[in-house]
C-alpha cells in the first residue's frame, strides 16, 4: 500500500485467524434459493440438472483449492473441508471463507448454459458462506452427519408435499397440515400407498447428497512416437455417495481421506444439532459503528493480463466494476456509498444497518458472491468480443469505524492510495512500452517523488497527467442523490414527487466540501 497520513486507519482492522488444530469447514448456503428456484421454473421437489450445476462448481472449486480436500453437498448448500495442516490464506476466516464463495458464484454462472442451454439466467444468484471450526475429527464427522441426516429429512418431505400438490390435489397449506408432525415412516407408507413411490428407490443424488473429494488416478500427459500413452498419476476431484459418509466404513476405505484429515474410530449414531452450530465461528460487528465491506481482486494480475486489458487503465474493465458496484447499491439499501479503483471496492453500510444481524462472514459473503456473479453475468454487455477464459474470483473483509470522520480518513486513504499507485503505473507502463525492460522501468522509478513523475510523464511522453481521465486519477464514487419527479396532472397543476437515484462520480472525496455538498450520505 502506498504511504499516507491516513494509513493510521488500518488499525481497525481485526485478525479473524482460526486455530490450529481446529478442522475449517466453509459452509455456504444459497441465498433466497427458493425464489430463486420459482423464477428459473426448477422441477419440484428436486431438479437433477440445478444439483448437477452445484456439483460441477463444487468440483471446480476443489480444482482450483488445493487445500480443499472434502466436499458434501445436497439442495443449495455445500460444505468444503480443507485438510488439517492447511495454512491457506493463512487460516484468516473471513479471506478463506470469501474468496471460496466468489469462485463458487462465479462458476455458477459461467456453468448456467452447460445444464440450461434453453433458460436465460434472470438474475445474479448469491450465496452465504459461514466457517464451522470443528476442534477435532469427531466433532467433522458429527457435522458431516448432521448434514446427511437434514438432506434425507428435507428431500422425504419434499417428496411427498409435492406428490399432495400435484397428484393429490391439495392446496400447499393443506399439504403442510397432513405432514404436520408426519414421522419417517408415515410418510414413507403415504408416498407408497397413495402414490406408489418406494422412497428408498429413489435417485441417490435425491436422498443421499454428494460427496466429492480427490483420488489418485492414471492420467494420460502424452503419448510417444508410436502412440502409446504415456500415463501419470495426479489427483482429480471426483463424485462419490454413500448412505453414511460419516461412517467408518465409508470414511476409513479411502487412503486421501485419511491422509488429509484421519480416520473415524467409532460410528456417529446420535446428532445434537445445538452442540454441532456452536463450532460457528461467528463475528458480530460492533453496534453503531460504521461498516464497510471491502472487496479485492484475487490474482487480478495474471487475470488482466491473461484477458489483455489495457496498461495502465482498462476503461472497460473500470466500468464493468462499477457496473457491479450500482448493482450491489440497487440490491442492498443499507449500502449508503461505495468507492472503487482499480480490482477493489469497499461498501459503506450505515451506522445502524441490522443486515444479517450484523454477522460478518455472512454479510460479507453476500455482497462478494452478488458482485462475483453480477461481474460473469456483465461481462458480455462490457466485452462483447472478448471471451471469458476462467471466472474470476474476490475475497472480502469487514472493517467497523467507529465515528464519521475516521470513515471520511478511510476513504481518503484508499484515494490517496488510487493516485499514487496511478501515476506509478502510468510512469511505468509508459517506459515500458518505450522500449525498457520491467526491471529497468522499476529501477527508474525507485525513490522518485510525485513531482519527479510528473515532469517524467510530461517531458519524455508529452502527458500532462493531471488531465488524464478522473476515473483514472480519483477513482469512482457511487452513491445515492435525491431528485424531484414532476408529473403533470389534468387541471394543468404540477406534481413534485421526492426520488432517489444512484449515480456514478469521479470526485475528490478527500476535501471536506464534497461530503459538505452530499450531507445527506452519512447523515
Not at 446420535?270 to 458480530?284: A, C, G, M, T, V
Not at 460479507?364 to 454487455?381: A, H
Amino acid at each position: 500500500m502506498a504511504n499516507s497520513k491516513y494509513e493510521y486507519v488500518k488499525s481497525f482492522e481485526v485478525e479473524d485467524e482460526v486455530m490450529p488444530p481446529n478442522l475449517i469447514v466453509v459452509r455456504i448456503d444459497g441465498r433466497d434459493f427458493r425464489r430463486f428456484s420459482e423464477i428459473h421454473e426448477f422441477e419440484k421437489p428436486n431438479d437433477e440438472k440445478a444439483l448437477n450445476l452445484m456439483n460441477q462448481c463444487a468440483i471446480a472449486v476443489l480444482e482450483e483449492y488445493p487445500d480443499i480436500v472434502f466436499s458434501y453437498g445436497y439442495s443449495d448448500e455445500y460444505s468444503f473441508v480443507l485438510k488439517k495442516t492447511s495454512k491457506f490464506y493463512q487460516r484468516r476466516s473471513s479471506k478463506i471463507s470469501s474468496v471460496i464463495v466468489s469462485f463458487f458464484s462465479s462458476v455458477y454462472v459461467t456453468k448456467w448454459k452447460e445444464f440450461f442451454p434453453l433458460k436465460e439466467l434472470r438474475y445474479p444468484p448469491s450465496f452465504c458462506s459461514k466457517i464451522v471450526c470443528c476442534a477435532s475429527l469427531e466433532v467433522l464427522q458429527a457435522y458431516l452427519a448432521w448434514r446427511q441426516r437434514d438432506c434425507h429429512i428435507q428431500n422425504q418431505y419434499n417428496t411427498c408435499f409435492w406428490e399432495l400438490v400435484r397428484k393429490g390435489r391439495k392446496i400447499e397449506m393443506e399439504a403442510q397440515e397432513i405432514l404436520k408432525d408426519a414421522k419417517e415412516q408415515d410418510i414413507n407408507e403415504l408416498l407408497h400407498q397413495q402414490f406408489g413411490i418406494n422412497y428408498n428407490e429413489s435417485l441417490a443424488l435425491f436422498r443421499q447428497g454428494t460427496c466429492i473429494f480427490k483420488t489418485e488416478v492414471e492420467d494420460v500427459v502424452k503419448y510417444n512416437e508410436d502412440g502409446t500413452p504415456v500415463k501419470r498419476l495426479r489427483r482429480k476431484a471426483s463424485i462419490f455417495r454413500s448412505e453414511n459418509i460419516a461412517g467408518r466404513r465409508f470414511w476409513n476405505e479411502h487412503a486421501s481421506l485419511l491422509k488429509d484429515l484421519g480416520n473415524f474410530s467409532e460410528d456417529c449414531f446420535k446428532i445434537n444439532p445445538d452442540y454441532i452450530r456452536s463450532f460457528l465461528f461467528e463475528s458480530k460487528l460492533m453496534p453503531s459503528t460504521w461498516i464497510v465491506i471491502r472487496i479485492d481482486g484475487c490474482h487480478f494480475h495474471r487475470f488482466s493480463d491473461i484477458h489483455e486489458f489495457s496498461k495502465p487503465n482498462d476503461k472497460q474493465a473500470l466500468d464493468l466494476m462499477n457496473l457491479c458496484a450500482v448493482a450491489v447499491l440497487e440490491e442492498f439499501q443499507d449500502i449508503i456509498f461505495s468507492y472503487g479503483v482499480s480490482d477493489e471496492y469497499s461498501f459503506v453500510l450505515k451506522k445502524d444497518s441490522q443486515l444479517y444481524q450484523r454477522r460478518a462472514s455472512e454479510m460479507v459473503s453476500v455482497i462478494l458472491s452478488f458482485f462475483s456473479s453480477m461481474y460473469v453475468m456483465k461481462w458480455k454487455d462490457v466485452f462483447p468480443k472478448k471471451e471469458l477464459k476462467y471466472p474470476p474470483s474476490f475475497d472480502g473483509r469487514a472493517v467497523c469505524y467507529p465515528s464519521t470522520e475516521i470513515l471520511q480518513d478511510y476513504l481518503a486513504w484508499r484515494q490517496v492510495d488510487c493516485h499514487i499507485n496511478n501515476q506509478y503505473n502510468t510512469c511505468f507502463w509508459s517506459l515500458v512500452k518505450s522500449g525498457k525492460s520491467k526491471s529497468e522501468a522499476q529501477s527508474y522509478l525507485k525513490g522518485t517523488q510525485a513531482r519527479e513523475k510528473n515532469e517524467l510523464l510530461f517531458k519524455e511522453f508529452g502527458i500532462d497527467y493531471n488531465t488524464l481521465p478522473l476515473m483514472f486519477r480519483q477513482g469512482s464514487s457511487i452513491f445515492r442523490v435525491k431528485t424531484k419527479n414532476t408529473s403533470i396532472l389534468e387541471n394543468g397543476a404540477s406534481v413534485g414527487k421526492a426520488q432517489t437515484k444512484i449515480i456514478t462520480d469521479y470526485c475528490n472525496i478527500i476535501e471536506k466540501s464534497f461530503w459538505e455538498a452530499h450531507a445527506s450520505i452519512l447523515s
